[in-house]
C-alpha cells in the first residue's frame, strides 16, 4: 500500500468550498474514521492519527479529516454568524453523503466533539462509534473565557520563533510538559507561510459567534445531544489539566453511558493532541472493537 494522504475538494449545500484529508482502502469491512477538529484548528491536526489508522499494516481502513468552513483550506465565509454548529452541522451532513459514506467512527476534538454530538439529532444511524476529545456536554467557564481570550486575537507572528512565543503566553499551561520541538511543531499547525508572511490557518471572525457567549453564567448544558449516543460505543479523552471539561462531566457521561470507555491523558489541558501511539493506541483499539460490534 502506498501512503499517500490526499486532498478532496467537497462543496457544502450552499456552494461553500471544504477542504478534506482522506486515506486507506474504500474496499473493506473495516468502518471509515471522520475525524473533526476544535473550533479554531484544521484536519491537518489529525496527519498522524490519519497514518497511524489508514495505513495500519493488519487493519488499515479510510480515513477521512474534515476542516470546517473558515478553517484551513476550506473557504472563508463572508457572514461570521454562519460560523456555528447548525451550519457546520448541515456541512458535515453534505460531506458525508459527498463521499458516500453511510455509518463511521467519529473522532471530534472540542467543537468537532460537539458536532458529534449534535450529530445524533440529524443523523443518528451514521454513529457507528465515537471519540470525544477534551469535550462533553457540559463546558466549564473558565475554558470558554480562555479560549475567548485569544482565538481570532492572536498577533501576526514576526518568524516562528516569535510565533512559539505567541503560543507560550496563551497556552503554555495547557501543555507543560511540551518540548521546543513540540511548540514548534504546535505553531505550524497554527499557522502558514504564505506570500505576505507567516499567517493563520483560521479566519479570525470564527470569534464573532464565540465572543457572544454569556460567561457570567453557567453554560447550558447540551445532555440530550450525548444521550443520542447511548446506542454506540464511546471513548472519551480528558486533558488531566484541562479547564473546559472536568473530571466530574465525564463520571457524570459514564453514569448516563452503558458502554463508555474514559482515557485521562496526564500533563496536558485542552486538548490531548494525538501525535504519538500514547493517545492513538487506545483509538486503533477502540476502532477494532467498533468493527467487531
Sequence with gaps: MT????????????GMKLHALEAGPRDTTRLPVVCLPGLARTNEDFRELIEALAFDAQHPRYVLALSSRGRG??????????????VELNDLLAVLAETGI???IFFGTSRGGILTMALTAAKPQAIAGAVLNDIGPVLDVPGIVRIQSYVGKLPKPKDWNDAVRILKSVMEKEFPAFSEADWLRYARLSWQETSEGITGRTDPQ?????GEIDTSKPIPAAWEFFDGLKTAPLLVFRGEHSDLFSRETVAAMQARHPDMAAIEVAGVGHPPVFWDESTIAPVREFCLRCDRG
Excluded: K, Q
Excluded at 501512503?3 to 475538494?9: Q, T
Design 3 to 14: 501512503n499517500i494522504i490526499n486532498d478532496l475538494c467537497l462543496i457544502a449545500g450552499d
Design 73 to 86: 483550506r476550506s473557504g472563508r465565509d463572508p457572514n461570521p454568524d454562519h460560523y456555528s454548529v447548525p
Design 102 to 104: 453511510e455509518r463511521a
Design 206 to 210: 470564527i470569534a464573532v459567534n464565540l
